[in-house]
């Protein structure tokens, strides 16, 4: 397949082209860190907004956002591939079926994401709930305000963006198992201790390590998933892999939320967590280990 003229340049000067696994994952770490930031910034926008024209206006400029968003799209333009210019051809009368089929097939035959997609499953059930388990024990275990809630919920946003900005140099200096188990296991301990503790400031430094785990992991399951698979395939084995892992979400946060309502945080979060350290450790006797997994 022929390659544009300047990744081959900067192949040559010994400089990684955008598709190297250290830009690839460079790059989605940057779209986790502007998404985390806008996650902190848009409601504190929207706060004060509110408070100097009224709710109703500050709706208005949100549904405004969003046109100009829609605007946006119309300027992104996409290069395809050279070489590609069948793929549209072998996609002609699929089902959408057969499209998840197809990559539900892909997902089976490498052994990395065939893993990836078992044991995420099982973490999806632990912690998909977690973000309204951490506001349960601030405003009705701890008795705090809603402040409280903002400051947890901003320090988790913060290790997100630490997580965006160290992923990129963690995964070239250790791989990708060590990365993802690692991360897997760090976030597992901090929810453990999450539902222990009775102070806000030590809830949120705990509640910002499970986010910096879960968002390094992320991210290099994220990168590695684009790096081994076919362009043509992405975005079916993308739709795959979303579908299957996020199957036992609304069973898990169902369980989780049950749970604590019946039980209390402390004995849920640390189920939770050493259940996320569990997944971890199995991790270590699968092919997810792998610093430097291959196309399959």
């Given at each position: 397949?022929?390659r544009?003229?300047?990744p081959?340049?900067?192949v040559r000067?010994g400089r990684?082209?955008?598709?190297?696994?250290a830009?690839?994952t460079r790059a989605n770490?940057?779209?986790?860190?502007?998404?985390?930031a806008a996650?902190?910034?848009?409601?504190?926008?929207?706060g004060?907004l509110?408070g100097?024209?009224?709710?109703?206006?500050a709706?208005?400029?949100?549904?405004?956002?969003?046109?100009?968003?829609?605007?946006?799209?119309?300027f992104?333009?996409?290069?395809?591939?050279?070489g590609?210019?069948?793929?549209?051809?072998?996609?002609?009368?699929?089902?959408?079926r057969?499209d998840?089929?197809?990559?539900?097939?892909?997902l089976?035959?490498?052994?990395v994401l065939?893993?990836l997609?078992i044991?995420?499953?099982f973490?999806?059930?632990?912690?998909?709930g977690?973000?309204?388990?951490?506001?349960?024990?601030v405003k009705?275990?701890?008795g705090r305000s809603?402040?409280a809630?903002?400051?947890?919920?901003?320090a988790?946003a913060?290790g997100t963006i630490a997580?965006a900005?160290?992923?990129a140099?963690?995964?070239?200096?250790?791989g990708?198992?060590?990365?993802w188990i690692?991360?897997?296991a760090?976030?597992?301990?901090a929810?453990?201790?999450a539902?222990?503790t009775?102070?806000?400031?030590?809830?949120a430094?705990?509640?910002a390590?499970?986010?910096?785990?879960?968002?390094?992991?992320?991210?290099c399951?994220?990168?590695l998933?684009?790096q081994?698979t076919?362009?043509?395939l992405?975005g079916?084995v993308?739709?795959?892999?979303w579908?299957?892992h996020s199957a036992?979400?609304p069973?898990?946060?169902a369980?989780?939320t049950?749970a604590?309502?019946?039980?209390?945080?402390?004995?849920?979060?640390?189920a939770a967590?050493?259940?996320?350290?569990a997944?971890a450790?199995?991790?270590?006797?699968t092919?997810?280990?792998s610093?430097h997994?291959?196309p399959?």
């Open positions: 397949m022929a544009p003229r300047l081959a340049l900067l000067s990684p082209g955008p598709d190297h696994p830009q690839i770490g940057q779209l986790y860190a502007t998404y985390a996650g902190v910034v848009g409601p504190v926008l929207a004060l509110s100097a024209v009224g709710p109703a206006a709706l208005a400029v949100d549904a405004g956002t969003f046109a100009l968003s829609a605007l946006g799209l119309f992104v333009r996409l290069r395809v591939p050279a590609s210019s069948s793929a549209p051809a072998t996609r002609a009368g699929l089902a959408p057969s998840l089929l197809v990559g539900v097939r892909f089976w035959r490498h052994p065939r893993t997609t044991l995420l499953s973490l999806t059930f632990l912690t998909i977690l973000t309204d388990v951490f506001i349960y024990h009705h275990e701890l809603d402040s809630v903002g400051h947890v919920l901003a988790a913060g997580a900005l160290l992923v140099p963690a995964r070239r200096r250790l990708f198992g060590p990365c690692g991360a897997y760090l976030g597992g301990l929810v453990a201790g539902g222990l009775r102070d806000v400031p030590a809830l430094l705990l509640v390590g499970y986010a910096f785990g879960a968002g390094m992991a992320g991210i399951s994220l990168s998933r684009q081994v076919p362009a043509p992405l079916r993308t739709s795959a892999f579908t299957l036992l979400g069973l898990g946060a369980v989780l049950g604590v309502a019946r039980y209390g945080t402390a004995p849920v979060c640390l967590g050493l259940g996320c350290v997944v450790a199995l991790a270590t006797a092919p997810v280990r610093p997994p291959g399959g």
